[in-house]
C-alpha cells in the first residue's frame, strides 16, 4: 500500500459523518489517506506534532475539518507549509455554522487556508485530489473520468426531461 498523500484530521469524534465524505471521494479517486481525531484545544501538542511531521509522512494536502470555534485548519496551516483546506462542520455547539465558517475563513495575511462550504467535505476531497493530482497523472485521470461523469448525469437528466 503506498503511503497516504492527504491527511484528513477532525476536532472531535461528532465531526466524522461529515468529514466522512471526504474519504469516500478519495477512495473513489484513488488517493491514499489517512483520517485521525487531533482537537486544536483538547490536544494541542498531537496537533502541533501531526501539523509538524506531516510532509515528513508524504502528505501533499491537510483536510481539516472543524466546529464551533473551528481553530485546527488555522492552526495547521501555521505549522505547516503544506497547503490546508478547512471545513467548517456545523457542531452541536454551533451558531448556524456561521462560527465554524467565520473562524476557518477569516485568516490572517500569511496563514492561508482554503476552505469549502459548511459541511462540505465532499469538495475538500476532490479539491486535495486535485492537488495531488497536479503532480500525479493517474489521479488527474481519475478526476477527469469523474468530472466527464458528473457532465454525462446532467446529459442525462436533459434527455429526460426533453422526453
Known amino acids: 500500500m503506498a503511503s497516504p498523500k492527504v491527511g484528513i484530521i477532525m476536532g472531535s469524534k461528532s465531526d466524522l459523518p461529515v468529514m466522512q465524505q471526504a474519504a ?29 511531521r506531516a510532509r515528513d509522512k508524504g502528505l501533499q494536502v491537510i483536510i481539516a475539518g472543524a466546529g464551533g ?17 478547512g471545513v467548517p462542520v456545523k457542531s452541536s455547539n454551533s451558531i448556524d455554522g456561521w462560527d465554524s465558517i467565520l473562524s476557518i475563513l477569516q485568516m490572517p495575511g500569511g496563514i492561508p487556508v482554503a476552505t469549502v462550504a ?44 426533453e422526453k
Do not use: C, W
Open 24 to 52: 469516500d471521494i478519495l477512495v473513489e479517486l484513488g488517493v491514499e489517506f489517512e483520517l485521525t481525531i487531533v482537537s486544536a484545544h483538547r490536544t494541542p501538542h498531537r496537533m502541533i506534532e501531526y501539523a509538524e
Open 69 to 85: 470555534a473551528a481553530h485546527l485548519p488555522g492552526m495547521v496551516a501555521s505549522l505547516t507549509t503544506l497547503p490546508v483546506i
Open 118 to 161: 459548511l459541511d462540505g467535505a465532499k469538495n475538500a476531497g476532490i479539491l486535495a485530489a486535485e492537488i495531488v493530482g497536479a503532480t500525479d497523472n493517474a489521479i488527474a485521470e481519475n478526476l477527469q473520468k469523474y468530472k466527464d461523469s458528473l457532465h454525462d448525469k446532467v446529459m442525462d437528466s436533459v434527455k429526460d426531461l
